[in-house]
């Protein structure tokens, strides 16, 4: 049973977990998953970032499961997992917690801030974030996927500032 409270660490079986000390690129083992959708085009964007991230990682896992891969990784097992159109913020929130308490990192695949509801998700170990999302950032996303978050204008930061 994997257990994690906010300040308390995350735990597998009562036992301490913690992600992977990974560094290196190369060296990192990432898992996704292929989802659902079988249009040429998600097809093509599926495996466009799968291919992607096998040029410059080790290997690569596909379990089946959004959040046993956020708990793979938040117990070592994985270096990276990402999935782009899971299919809710009940497949990532109680994982999440679970990974950040073991020390993981949790990303937009496009390497912006995460958000639950976007059904976009880079959780990775302490040192791997920045350059998984930077690989995964230059890969195709399809139509039917959820695109990448867009960065807040300047404008609206200011307007909805003024608002509260």
Not at 85 to 92: A, E, H, Q, S
Not at 111 to 137: E, I, K, Y
Not at 149 to 161: D, E, G, I, K, M
Request: charged letters at 15%; hydrophobic letters at 40%.
């Amino acid at each position: 049973l994997f257990a994690a409270a906010k300040g308390n660490g995350a735990s597998l079986n009562d036992k301490p977990i913690q992600v992977s000390g990974t560094t290196e690129l190369k060296a990192g083992l990432f898992a996704t998953e292929v989802g659902t959708l079988r249009t040429p085009e998600t097809v093509a964007a599926v495996m466009d970032r799968i291919q992607t991230l096998t040029s410059s990682m080790r290997s690569v896992r596909c379990c089946g499961s959004c959040a046993l891969n956020l708990v793979g990784v938040a117990c070592g097992r994985l270096d990276a997992f990402y999935e782009i159109g899971f299919g809710g913020c009940w497949d990532v929130a109680a994982g999440v917690c679970i990974l950040r308490e073991a020390g993981g990192q949790v990303l937009d695949p496009a390497g912006g801030p995460w958000d639950v509801m976007s059904r976009r998700v880079l959780a990775t170990n302490a040192h791997l974030g920045p350059a998984v999302a930077q690989l995964l950032a230059g890969c195709k996303t399809s139509s039917e996927e959820p695109a990448a978050p867009t960065p807040p204008t300047a404008a609206a930061v200011n307007s909805s500032s003024h608002q509260q």
